[in-house]
């Protein structure tokens, strides 16, 4: 599946939030400034659409995906029982590679894709190589031992990262507990929004 292979904190510098780890303090140095020789001026003032095509675009960029594939997770959440919004972040939060960076497998989302598609990602005993496979309740999620001596991941699991209470770690394996509930997936998020958008 396609990616995003542009300047990243260009898009940190659009939307005015950090969606990238190493964004965070160059955000604060500069201030959240526009990309672009106009990005200093004075500006306009958002519409309502304005706000609701922003929030779209901060969490797709967050997630890692391109509009088309925005779009299914949208329409696949519009369609079960329940409110769209909060499955809409269910659905994002569980797939494969968010969830090996949750479990601190990585120390991004950008990497944690990387070791999906490169096959160093187990899911209950079975190599999976497809970085948007949905992750179920009770699985587990393996990095392969041979992993083990590369300096990212090595890095990553000498981290005594805090994890989800919805997910487990022990060494190199993880458990999905549950279905993350939505205080615990991203707060920065408005999916009212992203609803209100895609229901013009």
């Known amino acids: ?21 190493k964004d965070a303090s160059f955000l604060e140095r500069t201030g959240a400034v526009p990309p672009g020789q106009h990005g200093r001026r004075r500006q306009r003032r958002l519409s309502e659409y304005g706000i609701q095509l922003r929030e779209k ?3 797709k960029r967050m ?11 949208y329409q696949q959440a519009s369609k079960e029982r329940g409110n ?25 989302r950008q990497g944690a894709r990387q070791l999906v598609t490169h096959g160093h ?8 190589n497809i970085p948007s496979f949905q992750v179920q309740e009770g699985s587990t999620i393996a ?9 990212l991941v090595k890095k990553s699991l000498e981290k005594t990262a805090t994890l989800p209470e919805w997910l487990d770690r022990k060494a190199t394996v993880g458990k999905v507990l549950r279905y993350p509930n939505r205080e615990e997936v991203e707060q920065g998020i408005s999916e009212q929004l992203i609803v209100e958008y895609y229901s013009r």
């Open 57 to 59: 675009q901060k969490t």
């Open 1 to 21: 599946m396609a990616r995003y292979t542009g300047p990243k904190r260009r898009l940190s510098r659009r939307e005015g939030v950090p969606l990238f780890g």
């Open 84 to 108: 769209t919004g909060k499955t809409l972040l269910r659905l994002l939060e569980m797939r494969l590679d968010n969830v090996v960076y949750r479990l601190g497998f990585s120390p991004s």
């Open 121 to 128: 990602v187990q899911v209950n005993g079975k190599k999976v």
């Open 143 to 151: 990095i392969l031992d041979k992993m083990l001596d590369n300096p």
């Open 63 to 73: 997630y890692g995906l391109l509009e088309r594939q925005f779009v299914k997770y």
